[in-house]
């Protein structure tokens, strides 16, 4: 054990014999439960999609629900071509891979030829994720299960292929479907994406893409 | 030589006087109140959301030893690497070995104010080591040669113009006056930078003891950009960002955003556990972690002011802040401005050269209302002008206050005293006395009754 | 009720109209109101300068005062917090505790002690005045008074009170540190004073009186008709008015 350590944990242990008293708190219960306190979720299917649908939209990301693989198909194709979408990476995945070899010759798969420069010049990042929050609209993806770091952030625009059984109602459960998923071996990344990237530094005027995606689209299949 | 305390005199009577840019930060903060406002109603209960959200902090701080142990070998388990510094010096050291080690030509940073309070881009520069911020505001300020305005607002002071001006100074770019241009501006410069840069320096918003995982809260991405291309990632996190259980993010990221920037949730929450695993396609193939003391355990040992420990960095005191707002980031000299800086700076630098901070408070208690971790900001500041009686003694506050109480304690010689001011107060108005003098250089008095309330009390009873 | 009034010293010597005012309405309201002459200052500007030993003597001294007292009204948010949250603090571990906390349960600011203790909002006034308020900040956060003032003034017959997004923000008083730090104090009261005087209304009230020697100081100076009134002048007024 290094020295600055052992000195460290040594001032922590001296500081904490004289203890201090909890916080002030506002409720009774010593013990609370914050996800009691945070924003309603609704109590049915129908209500947690529209809450999902509601945040995209405040969040500025685009929301497409759609009722099987054939129709996300047919919806990236189309995308691809209004917005010519020439160079798209993706990663192999049940979700992803077909719709991604549907838009042929302009598709890439990232486990099979990985290279920073070659991402770098995606025009879009076409990857699966592990949950959504409808609570906060946000996007769980991981380096396991969805392209490794890059493919989800360096591209200017982001695409998700996920299942709606996928959306959670809120973070609460995301974090415990973690733990149950992952449990002791975490992925080296896990992100939560919440609409495109950002920034409000000059003048705290909204200005989206600051660095990643300046689009994210959510494709729901039913 | 000028010491702290004059040079914040001297800069905070600039700023204030300084209306256009007091004008220009109230309608900066604007939209961050609207935003707020809207997105706290959202909870079903946001007190004790507070609740919740300090009890999180207040466990893992006054079980540090123990949370800390418990998350340091579950991150080296994960696969990366921690590091000990006692202080900035060491902290320097650690992170120049680790950067020369990584023969790097050159690095990539996101935003982090801990590496601000170690002075680690200076001590990367001497060293011959190229180093770039990536968050805009950061950018922005690096590019000033400028330390940040707000700790997480770092550029809020500069109008469009101004940075439009630097961006053609630095960069060659054509001047414009749309924000969305000079952030493409930034993009596009620092696009590359990302995919050459050797190393990635970064911050840690969390560290969470059970998984083993440093959690970052940011906007723009560039954080993600700065963990995943550089072939070497260093993160540099005080100590006391240690929390128990991934659990207690449910309740800490939201309240992040809401509280600091008036966001449900920030753009990108992220979760790292070690380098590039196997079967990972990239990430770095080095994962370290600096944890930084710094007097941080000199905090943790007043158990008065313990729960400043707890603060999670959203920047929402400052926002709050009328002493902030009409002084502005810059005129405090800290790394971390506004009411937590006033709380904080004085154990990590010293209470004898910081504690006028404190003083420079009418403690109306906004901040202490707007905490999320329910810090007791301005009854610290209280208490920091206690502790600092003890060790800067103050002749002439003494004996003001000493004759003062002499003066209260004999209700006979206090009404005395308050009719020789009124009958005299026509004279001692044009005086240079301390305190009347300084009032009446910019306030009027009410005119200056008769009686006091005591003799017509008592006027009123003999009737 | 057996009301001993608490007078701030500043209230005493410079506005005592306030005080006058505060036994005024408390007696139209059946009160039976005294007001013990050796008391002087609560402290507050020994406490709030760090010198706690010497505020401990000030705190100790208005223990005494008001040891008979039934209850203690005072019409100052600040000074009532300094009766009521502080010197329980600052007597805290001393053999004076006890007697602190004694005090602080029966010490109540004006306008709470008739809305929460005497359960009145309308103490039968009539004022055809537009008005905006200031809540003061150890009113408002340390004491937590928010409505029990509005209550009081939506009561009033005639008067319309006109909210403003500044009404929390502070005036920049802070006791000393109004001259201690006075350009950052006036730049505070500038923003605070100057939103209020936009609203058009004839007066600025607050419950405390010390911001409105701020406020009014900064309005006179810079020449603007909008006038500071302690609530309890405000409601003295009406009671005339009625």
Same mark, same amino acid.
């Given at each position: 054990m290094s020295e600055a350590r052992k000195e460290i944990m040594g001032r922590i242990r001296e500081a904490l014999k004289t203890p201090s008293p909890k916080p002030h708190l506002k409720g009774e219960s010593s013990k609370v439960a914050g996800k009691a306190w945070l924003p309603e979720v609704g109590d049915t299917d129908a209500e947690t999609m529209a809450l999902l649908s509601d945040n995209l939209a405040k969040l500025k990301a685009s929301f497409h629900p759609v009722e099987n693989l054939d129709q996300a198909?047919?919806?990236?194709?189309?995308?691809?071509?209004?917005?010519?979408?020439?160079?798209?990476?993706?990663?192999?995945?049940?979700?992803?891979?077909?719709?991604?070899?549907?838009?042929?010759?302009?598709?890439?798969?990232?486990?099979?030829?990985?290279?920073?420069?070659?991402?770098?010049?995606?025009?879009?990042?076409?990857?699966?994720?592990?949950?959504?929050?409808?609570?906060?609209?946000?996007?769980?993806?991981?380096?396991?299960?969805?392209?490794?770091?890059?493919?989800?952030?360096?591209?200017?625009?982001?695409?998700?292929?996920?299942?709606?059984?996928?959306?959670?109602?809120?973070?609460?459960?995301c974090f415990a479907q973690i733990n149950v998923q992952f449990g002791g071996k975490m992925p080296s990344m896990l992100s939560f994406i919440t609409g495109p990237s950002r920034t409000g530094d000059i003048e705290r005027i909204l200005v989206l893409g600051a660095h990643g995606p300046k689009e994210l689209y959510l494709i729901l299949v039913r | 030589m000028l010491n702290s305390k004059s040079i914040f005199i001297k800069e905070s009577t600039l700023t204030s006087a300084d209306g256009d840019q007091r004008q220009f930060i109230r309608t900066a903060l604007g939209g961050y109140y609207k935003n707020r406002d809207i997105y706290q109603a959202r909870y079903r209960n946001w007190e004790l959301a507070r609740d919740a959200a300090s009890l999180a902090k207040w466990s893992a701080v006054n079980n540090l030893a123990e949370v800390l142990e418990k998350f340091v070998a579950k991150f080296e388990s994960n696969g990366g690497k921690v590091h000990w510094a006692r202080d900035a010096a060491e902290a320097r050291k650690i992170i120049l070995d680790l950067v020369a080690k990584a023969n790097a030509t050159a690095?990539?940073?996101?935003?982090?104010?801990?590496?601000?309070?170690?002075?680690?881009? /200076? &001590?990367?520069?001497?060293? *011959?080591?190229?180093?770039?911020?990536? /968050?805009?505001?950061?950018?922005?300020?690096?590019?000033?040669?400028?330390?940040?305005?707000? !700790?997480?607002?770092?550029?809020?002071?500069? $109008?469009?113009? &101004?940075?439009?001006?630097?961006?053609?100074?630095?960069?060659?770019?054509?001047?414009?006056?749309?924000?969305?241009?000079?952030?493409?501006? @930034?993009?596009?410069?620092l696009r590359k930078l990302?995919?050459?840069?050797?190393? *990635?320096?970064?911050?840690?918003? !969390?560290?969470?003891?059970?998984? *083993?995982?440093?959690?970052?809260?940011?906007?723009? *991405?560039?954080?993600?950009?700065?963990? &995943?291309?550089?072939?070497?990632?260093? @993160?540099?996190?005080?100590?006391?960002?240690?929390?128990?259980?991934?659990?207690?993010?449910?309740?800490?990221?939201?309240?992040?955003?809401?509280?600091? @920037?008036?966001?449900?949730?920030?753009?990108?929450?992220?979760?790292?556990?070690?380098?590039?695993?196997?079967?990972?396609?990239?990430?770095?193939?080095?994962?370290?972690?600096?944890?930084? /003391?710094?007097?941080?355990?000199?905090?943790?040992? /007043?158990?008065?002011?313990?729960?400043?420990?707890?603060?999670?960095?959203?920047? @929402?005191?400052?926002?709050?802040?009328?002493?902030?707002?009409n002084i502005g980031g810059h005129a405090y000299g800290t790394t971390y401005q506004g009411p937590i800086g006033s709380v904080i700076t004085p154990h990590l630098r010293g209470l004898k050269d910081w504690n006028h901070l404190s003083g420079a408070s009418s403690l109306c208690g906004a901040c202490t209302d707007a905490c999320p971790v329910r810090i007791d900001l301005h009854h610290h500041l209280l208490q920091n002008r206690r502790n600092a009686v003890k060790v800067v003694p103050n002749l002439f506050d003494r004996v003001f206050h000493g004759t003062f109480n002499f003066v209260i304690q004999r209700p006979?010689?206090?009404?005395?005293?308050?009719?020789?001011?009124?009958?005299? !107060?026509?004279?001692?108005?044009?005086?240079?006395?301390?305190?009347?003098?300084?009032?009446? $250089?910019?306030?009027?008095?009410?005119a200056i009754p008769p009686k006091s309330f005591r003799e017509a009390w008592k006027d009123s009873k003999n009737v | 009720m057996r009301v001993s009034l608490f007078i701030p010293c500043f209230i005493d010597q410079l506005t005592p109209q306030v005080g006058l005012a505060t036994a005024k309405v408390l007696k139209k309201l059946g009160q039976e109101v005294e007001f013990n002459s050796s008391q002087t200052c609560c402290g507050q500007p020994s406490y709030n300068s760090g010198q706690w030993e010497i505020a401990k003597e000030g705190a100790i001294r208005s223990l005494e005062v008001f040891k008979d007292a039934e209850v203690?009204?005072?019409?100052?948010?600040?000074?009532?917090?300094?009766?009521?949250?502080?010197?329980?603090?600052?007597?805290?571990?001393?053999?004076?505790?006890?007697?602190?906390?004694?005090?602080?349960?029966?010490?109540?600011?004006?306008?709470?002690? %008739?809305?929460?203790?005497?359960? %009145?909002?309308?103490?039968?006034?009539?004022?055809?005045?537009?008005?905006?308020?200031?809540?003061?900040?150890?009113?408002?956060?340390?004491?937590?008074?928010?409505?029990?003032?509005?209550?009081?003034?939506?009561?009033?017959?005639?008067?319309?009170? %006109?909210?403003?997004?500044?009404?929390?923000?502070?005036?920049?008083?802070?006791?000393?540190?109004?001259?201690?730090?006075p350009m950052i104090s006036t730049a505070m009261v500038e923003v605070k004073a100057g939103a209020l005087a936009r609203t058009g209304a004839d007066y600025i009230v607050s419950s405390d009186p010390s911001c409105l020697l701020q406020i009014g100081g900064w309005l006179s100076r810079e020449g603007k008709v909008i006038r500071p009134l302690h609530i309890a002048e405000l409601l003295a007024m009406g009671i005339d008015h009625a």
């Open positions: 198909i047919a919806l990236v194709k189309d995308l691809a071509q209004k917005k010519n979408w020439k160079n798209i990476a993706y990663h192999k995945n049940e979700l992803v891979t077909p719709v991604a070899l549907a838009i042929a010759g302009n598709a890439w798969a990232v486990d099979e030829a990985f290279s920073k420069d070659k991402l770098e010049a995606a025009d879009v990042g076409l990857t699966s994720c592990v949950s959504i929050v409808a609570q906060f609209g946000a996007i769980l993806v991981s380096s396991e299960t969805s392209g490794g770091r890059g493919l989800s952030i360096l591209p200017p625009v982001h695409v998700v292929i996920a299942k709606a059984d996928q959306v959670v109602p809120d973070l609460a459960a | 690095v990539i940073k996101s935003k982090c104010m801990t590496t601000e309070e170690i002075h680690l881009n /200076d &001590a990367l520069e001497k060293a *011959g080591f190229g180093v770039v911020e990536s /968050d805009l505001g950061e950018f922005i300020q690096q590019l000033r040669g400028e330390a940040p305005y707000h !700790f997480v607002f770092p550029c809020m002071h500069l $109008k469009r113009e &101004a940075i439009s001006e630097l961006f053609t100074k630095h960069l060659g770019t054509a001047p414009t006056d749309s924000p969305e241009e000079l952030t493409m501006i @930034a993009r596009k410069h990302y995919i050459t840069a050797d190393v *990635g320096i970064t911050g840690a918003n !969390f560290l969470v003891a059970d998984t *083993g995982q440093i959690s970052i809260t940011e906007n723009e *991405g560039n954080a993600r950009l700065t963990a &995943a291309m550089p072939r070497v990632h260093i @993160a540099l996190s005080g100590i006391e960002k240690v929390i128990n259980t991934i659990d207690d993010l449910t309740v800490l990221l939201p309240m992040l955003a809401t509280a600091g @920037a008036g966001q449900p949730m920030t753009c990108y929450n992220t979760l790292y556990a070690g380098p590039k695993k196997p079967g990972e396609l990239d990430g770095p193939e080095e994962f370290h972690l600096v944890l930084l /003391d710094n007097a941080r355990t000199q905090i943790l040992a /007043d158990p008065e002011q313990r729960d400043s420990l707890h603060c999670i960095r959203c920047g @929402a005191c400052l926002n709050v802040c009328p002493i902030f707002k006979a010689l206090f009404s005395l005293g308050g009719k020789v001011f009124r009958k005299t !107060f026509g004279l001692l108005k044009h005086l240079p006395l301390p305190y009347l003098g300084t009032w009446l $250089k910019s306030r009027d008095l009410p | 203690v009204v005072g019409p100052s948010g600040s000074c009532v917090a300094m009766m009521k949250k502080f010197y329980p603090e600052l007597l805290h571990g001393t053999k004076y505790e006890a007697e602190a906390k004694r005090l602080s349960q029966r010490t109540f600011e004006f306008s709470d002690f %008739i809305v929460s203790q005497l359960k %009145i909002t309308d103490v039968g006034a009539t004022l055809h005045k537009k008005v905006t308020y200031h809540d003061g900040c150890h009113a408002l956060r340390e004491l937590r008074l928010k409505e029990e003032p509005r209550k009081l003034l939506r009561a009033v017959k005639g008067l319309e009170l %006109i909210e403003t997004e500044e009404a929390e923000s502070c005036c920049g008083f802070g006791g000393l540190f109004a001259v201690k730090f």
